[in-house]
């Protein structure tokens, strides 16, 4: 059986909120391979969920970048990082949502595989409350305080927010503090979604995790190098009655990133055609 090109490989994970905790048993297990937290890294350069620094591009060139970060302080050819965006969905404001990004680079091989997982499991919400409000403490205590870690933060100033509150009564009277600090007289409480102080967004890293440790099990056919797996979907389904295409997926595209084979593989549920609902021939018939 051959050696996994990972096994026992040093994999740097740049992180200051204990996600090696979440990546590291993915890693080993179906890898064999060691995930190592880079030491003296500042992360949070890089954006903060209680938004005193901005994210300096979209999520997946962020969590890359992050990623890199690990080679400034660690002797290694592999290095992993993770970004996360929560909030409200458009269509669907009252029920937040969030999506992962985990980015795994590979500078030996030249690689460079993202993978990403979204989510309805979180606690994330934002409120705003007065001085003195009666609400805030049953409100604080819906969002699991103090399992899950909150935020206070100025309505009308963000770039000093609480954190690292542990007492209810901490946070009542930040509440208080920071809506008197207010032009508006408004503070917000928001949900910690940082790794270490929520313990739902750990579960969907170590989901990600997982996610990401079995596409790079997996072997390119063609080079034999790590994380060949899926990089595109292809519709054109045939319509069950009248066979012309419809805008569901007829097949997935696995890839691989270092010498660029691609191979196309069926559906995972098996089916060779779509619903004639969903054919807009068959409607306009």
């Known amino acids: ?13 740049a992180t200051i909120h204990g996600k090696d905790r979440a990546i590291a048993p993915p890693f080993r297990r179906l890898l064999g ?28 060139e962020t969590c890359a970048i992050k990623a890199e970060l690990a080679f400034r302080t660690l002797d290694v050819d592999c290095a992993i990082a993770s970004e996360g965006s ?30 990403t997982l979204a989510t309805h499991r979180t606690n994330w919400r934002l409120m705003r409350f ?12 819906a969002l699991g305080f103090p399992e899950y870690g909150v935020f206070v933060i ?9 954190k690292g509150l542990t007492t209810l009564d901490e946070v009542v009277s930040a509440i208080d ?15 910690d979604m940082r790794a270490h102080r929520n313990p739902t967004r750990m579960k969907v890293l170590r989901a990600l995790s997982w996610k990401l440790a079995r ?19 292809r519709r054109g389904l045939p319509c069950e009655d009248c066979r012309a295409p419809t805008h569901w997926i007829d097949f997935e595209i696995d890839g691989c990133a270092a010498c660029g084979h691609a191979a196309g593989r069926p559906r995972k549920d098996g089916r060779r055609s779509a619903s004639k ?9």
Do not use: W
């Not at 032009?183 to 928001?190: N, P």
């Not at 609902?277 to 018939?285: D, K, Y």
């Open 33 to 60: 391979a060691e995930i190592v937290v880079a030491p003296d890294l500042d992360t949070d350069t890089l954006g903060t969920f209680s938004g005193e620094v901005a994210r300096p591009g979209p999520v997946v």
């Open 277 to 285: 609902l969903s054919c807009v021939t068959c409607r306009g018939a």
């Open 215 to 233: 596409r790079l099990r997996c072997l390119c056919p063609a080079c034999g190098a790590p994380g060949f797996g899926h990089i595109d979907s």
């Open 1 to 13: 059986m051959m050696v996994h090109p990972y096994r026992h490989e040093r994999i740097g994970l």
């Open 177 to 191: 503090q920071e809506a008197n600090r207010s032009d508006d007289g408004l503070a917000i409480l928001i949900a």
């Open 154 to 162: 100025a309505n009308s100033d963000a770039s000093r927010p609480i």
């Open 130 to 141: 007065k001085a003195g409000d009666p609400e805030a403490p049953a409100a604080v205590k």
């Open 86 to 115: 929560y909030g409200p969905i458009d269509r669907v404001p009252l029920k937040p949502s969030g999506v992962e990004v985990m980015a795994f680079i590979d500078r030996r091989r030249g690689l460079r595989i993202i993978e």
